[in-house]
C-alpha cells in the first residue's frame, strides 16, 4: 500500500538555521502530498500543498517541491525561527479526484529550535 | 468561520466501558474523517463518512464503529475499551471526499486516556 517516510527526528537547530526535513513516499497513483505542523497541546494544522509534479507548495517560509522522479517531497525553510518548534508531517492522500480522502501520515519529525 | 470541534477535550475511562466522541465539521463542510495518533503507531485513518455513510475504513477492530448526522456532525464510538486505545483521537473535516485542492481541516483533538 501506500506510505510515507521522512526523517527521523528530533531535530534541533539554532534560529536562523537552514532546515531540511526529508520525506519520500510510496504510491500506485498520482496522490496529493502534504505537509501538517502540530504545536504542543493541538491539532494539526496544513503548513502546504501540492498536487500534481513540479508544484511547489509554500506558506509561512516553508516551501516544499512535489519532485515525481524521486517520489520527494522535502521541507525547507532558509532562516527558522523559535516559533517554528513543533511536530512536522509529510502525508499523502491516497486516490485521485473523489474517490478517497484517506491520508497517509509519516512518523514526524519534532523540530526544536534554540533561541 | 469556526473551526473543527472536537468534544470533549480529554476523558478518562476504564477497561471495559465504552466512549463516544464527538466532531462538528467546519460549517459547508460534509466530510468527516477520524484518525488516531499514538506515540507508538502515529497517526492512523479510522474511517471517513460523507452524507451520512461510511465511505472509507481503515484497519481497526469493529470495537471502534462511528456515524453521521444530517447536519454533517459525526460521532465515533469505542465500545470495550483497552488499555492501547489510550491516544488523541483527531477529526478532520473537508467540504467532500477526494484531498485534491479540499485538504481537511483538523481538530484539536479528544484525549482518551484508559486506566
Known amino acids: 500500500g501506500d506510505s510515507v517516510t521522512q526523517m527521523e527526528g528530533p531535530v534541533t537547530l539554532s534560529e536562523e538555521a537552514f532546515l531540511t526535513i526529508n520525506c519520500t513516499y510510496t504510491?500506485?497513483?498520482?496522490?496529493?502530498l502534504f505537509w501538517y505542523v502540530q504545536y504542543p497541546g493541538e491539532g494539526l494544522q496544513l503548513l502546504l500543498k501540492?498536487?500534481?509534479?513540479?508544484d511547489k507548495g509554500s506558506n509561512k517560509g516553508f516551501e516544499a517541491t512535489y519532485r515525481k522522479e524521486t517520489t520527494s517531497f522535502h521541507l525547507e525553510k532558509g532562516s527558522v525561527q523559535v516559533s517554528d518548534s513543533a511536530v512536522y508531517f509529510c502525508a499523502l492522500s491516497e486516490g485521485a479526484g473523489s474517490s478517497a480522502s484517506k491520508i497517509i501520515f509519516g512518523s514526524g519529525t519534532r523540530l526544536s529550535i534554540r533561541p | 468561520k469556526a473551526g473543527v470541534t472536537q468534544t470533549p477535550r480529554y476523558l478518562i475511562k476504564t477497561r471495559g466501558q465504552q466512549v463516544t466522541l464527538s466532531c462538528s465539521p467546519i460549517?459547508?463542510?460534509?466530510?468527516v474523517s477520524w484518525y488516531q495518533q499514538t506515540p507508538g503507531q502515529g497517526l492512523q485513518f479510522l474511517f471517513e463518512?460523507?452524507?451520512?455513510?461510511?465511505?472509507n475504513k481503515g484497519n481497526f477492530p469493529g470495537r471502534f464503529s462511528g456515524r453521521q448526522f444530517s447536519n454533517s456532525r459525526s460521532e465515533m464510538n469505542v465500545s470495550t475499551l483497552e488499555l492501547g486505545d489510550s491516544a488523541l483521537y483527531l477529526c478532520?473535516?473537508?467540504?467532500?471526499?477526494?484531498?485534491?485542492?479540499?485538504?481537511?481541516?483538523f481538530g484539536d483533538g479528544t484525549r482518551l486516556s484508559i486506566l
Open positions: 460549517s459547508g463542510h460534509r466530510s
Open positions: 501540492a498536487t500534481k509534479a513540479d
Open positions: 463518512y460523507f452524507s451520512e455513510t461510511q465511505r
Open positions: 504510491a500506485t497513483g498520482y496522490p496529493s
Open positions: 478532520a473535516s473537508s467540504l467532500s471526499p477526494g484531498a485534491d485542492n479540499q485538504p481537511q481541516h
